[in-house]
């Protein structure tokens, strides 16, 4: 990847469960982002964490921040249907957005 | 509902063909950006634009051009396509000023999934 790895590739859960993805960078960043792509979509912009911040919310859900270890987690709170998705997280260098692989998150009802 | 169009929504060309694939933004975006993004893959950035008459070359290597004449309006051009070629387009922007604060989220358009045989 060229900067952001998720993990992992791929989570199955049940409806009303909370799903954890996991993103790690390599240098250092201006601000990290999260982002949704539902199948054959466009992405949709979920929450952005700057450098300086550790932990920010938004609705169901929570995302971390570690730049020294120089990795970040999207937390979703009880899960629905609608979640099924595929997450990315995506890190700032200068002007320019560099996204990783992305989670394939699949909700089971 | 966001204020990015793309067009097509699919398209299914012949090698050799010359194709224009369209993005027009309404929010008045300075900066706007084309990906390419293989299914389930990560998106790679192959052309980006700060304003009018700004283009530059992403990270990776693409046979397409852009062009910006107009602030709205960002198209990408492939002169001869190739089955190399099919892959889906994103299409996105930023504006720099939201609400008095500056933006760093991007703005996707629905994307182009082209196919070339």
């Known amino acids: 990847s060229q900067q952001g790895e998720e993990d992992p590739q791929a989570l199955s859960i049940q409806e009303g469960e909370n799903a954890t993805m996991n993103c790690s960078y390599k240098?250092?960043?201006?601000?990290l982002q999260w982002y949704r792509q539902n199948s054959g979509r466009g992405l949709v912009h979920l929450i952005l964490?700057?450098?300086?911040?550790r932990e920010k919310h938004s609705g169901r859900l929570r995302v971390t921040l570690d730049t020294s270890k120089k990795s970040s987690s999207l937390l979703i709170t009880a899960s629905r249907a609608a979640d099924t998705a595929s997450y990315f997280c995506?890190?700032?260098?200068?002007?320019?957005?560099?996204f990783g692989q992305g989670t394939r998150l699949t909700i089971n009802p | 509902e966001a204020d990015i169009y793309q067009t097509p929504r699919y398209l299914v060309i012949g090698t050799g063909k010359k194709i224009t694939l369209e993005c027009s933004q309404t929010?008045?975006?300075?900066?706007m950006y084309w990906y390419q993004q293989d299914p389930g893959m990560e998106l790679h950035l192959i052309h980006y634009?700060?304003?009018?008459?700004?283009?530059e070359k992403g990270d990776l290597s693409s046979e397409s051009t852009v062009s910006r004449i107009r602030t709205e309006h960002f198209p990408l051009t492939l002169e001869s396509a190739r089955p190399s070629h099919t892959s889906q387009y994103l299409c996105?922007?930023?504006?720099?000023?939201?609400?008095?604060?500056?933006?760093?989220?991007?703005?996707f358009g629905s994307g182009t999934r082209l196919t070339v045989v």
């Open positions: 240098t250092s960043i201006n601000n």
């Open positions: 964490i700057r450098s300086n911040e």
């Open positions: 929010m008045g975006h300075d900066k």
């Open positions: 634009s700060y304003g009018v008459n700004s283009t």
């Open positions: 995506a890190t700032a260098l200068g002007q320019k957005l560099v």
């Open positions: 996105a922007s930023r504006g720099l000023i939201v609400g008095g604060e500056e933006n760093y989220g991007y703005t």
